[in-house]
């Protein structure tokens, strides 16, 4: 039997079906009606909110135009309710309230659904060009097939292309990084400048746990180390890295890797930025938000010892955002840190710049607004 998703539904009284594509891994609606121009937005969010997905036969333009009225309606909830649902009880209590609403938000939304020709088109009127993005997100080509995705994915598939093209400024690295869809942008990268400034313990290597996008390997590089091995085990990743440093003219002194945190060896320096919340991700694009029990920060100090060379010290980065959420304590990371028996040799810190430092309607403003990012240097004890 076939495990490709598929999508079902009843068009002029036949049975239709096609390739369901989705990034999250969500699985395909079980109830599809038709919809189009001349559905109101109230019906629209009533059907969604029910669990009905809605496949879109209309303008493209005017889809776009239902999902910002159904994002409205979510938005617009009553204010008290909204308040106390994120502020009664403990910021964890928050954090959690304010993480389901958000997943609801993405559910309901994600019910708008598009038609995709084979070749990657959208066949409405107005649509845009959007086979580059599809092919970068899905490899379109690979799988020649007629699918449905939802609006909103596909939003961000268009945004995560425009970010590919044009790339993010790095202002410690002087250039622009590149990143892949699926791949955490370095859109906040406060915490590149503590690794630009950090005093090197050697330049002969250095390691780099769970690269990303690559940044981090091309900063060291551009810093004198002189060869990096770079790991991560999403292949999306490992593209980008590769592709990032090769564009940048350094990535005949990185070697990228596919591997579960540590490469075979030991080197002078180790560095890695894991997810900053402990807490599980609800898609396969918040991996590099959300590390379930600390898995990555656990690893990454666990096995340091084994890996640093004699003298080496490893740089940890990390966010105290989840400490202000109460999800993780310092106490916590110090006795993680003591227990893979490391000691501190400096921490230095940086205040994030990003707009919900100062967004006072976010629920989760009071941590935001004390969120400190360090780097911590450490050795064997």
């Known amino acids: 039997m076939s495990t490709t998703p598929t999508i079902v539904w009843l068009e002029d009284e036949q049975t239709r079906s096609a390739r369901w594509r989705s990034s999250a891994g969500n699985a395909a609606p079980a109830r599809v009606v038709l919809a189009d121009d001349r559905m109101s937005a109230d019906t629209a969010f009533r059907l969604a909110s029910e669990g009905t997905a809605l496949l879109w036969r209309g303008d493209f333009q005017n889809a776009r135009q239902l999902l910002q009225a159904m994002a409205r309606r979510i938005d617009q909830a009553p204010r008290r309710a909204r308040r106390k649902s994120t502020t009664d009880g403990t910021m964890p209590d928050a954090f959690n309230a304010h993480r389901m ?56 598939l268009i945004g995560a292309h425009e970010w590919r093209k044009k790339g993010v400024e790095i202002g410690a690295l002087g250039d622009r990084i590149h990143p892949h869809y699926g791949v955490f942008a370095p859109i906040r990268n406060e915490y590149v400048s503590l690794v630009a400034a950090a005093p090197l313990p050697a330049t002969s290597l250095a390691f780099d746990i769970g690269t990303g996008t690559g940044v981090l390997a091309a ?14 085990l999403d292949p999306r990743a490992l593209a980008c890295a590769r592709d990032n440093l090769d564009r940048l003219g350094v990535g005949a002194a990185v070697e990228v890797v596919a591997a579960d945190l ?27 938000v959300y590390d379930p029990d600390s898995r990555m920060l656990r690893g990454f ?81």
């Open 101 to 156: 609403a958000q997943a609801q938000r993405a559910r309901t939304l994600g019910r708008l659904l598009l038609p995709v020709d084979a070749d990657g088109s959208i066949p409405l009127r107005r649509a845009p060009d959007v086979r580059d993005a599809l092919q970068n997100a899905y490899g379109i080509e690979q799988e020649p097939v007629a699918s449905v995705v939802s609006l909103r994915e596909l939003q961000g």
């Open 219 to 232: 900063l060291l590089v551009q810093r004198g180390v002189r060869r990096v091995v770079a790991t991560d």
């Open 262 to 288: 540590y490469p075979p060896g030991r080197a002078p320096l180790i560095i890695c930025n894991p997810p900053w919340v402990p807490a599980r991700p609800s898609s396969p694009l918040e991996h590099a």
């Open 301 to 381: 100090l666990d096995g340091l010892a084994a890996h640093l060379s004699p003298g080496g010290e490893g740089w940890l980065i990390l966010s105290d955002l989840a400490e202000h959420l109460q999800l993780r304590s310092r106490e916590t990371l110090l006795a993680m840190i003591a227990g893979a028996g490391l000691q501190v040799l400096e921490r230095t810190d940086v205040r994030p710049q990003h707009p919900k430092v100062m967004d006072a309607a976010d629920p989760l403003h009071a941590a935001r607004a004390a969120e400190v990012t360090s780097l911590w240097r450490l050795a064997i004890h």
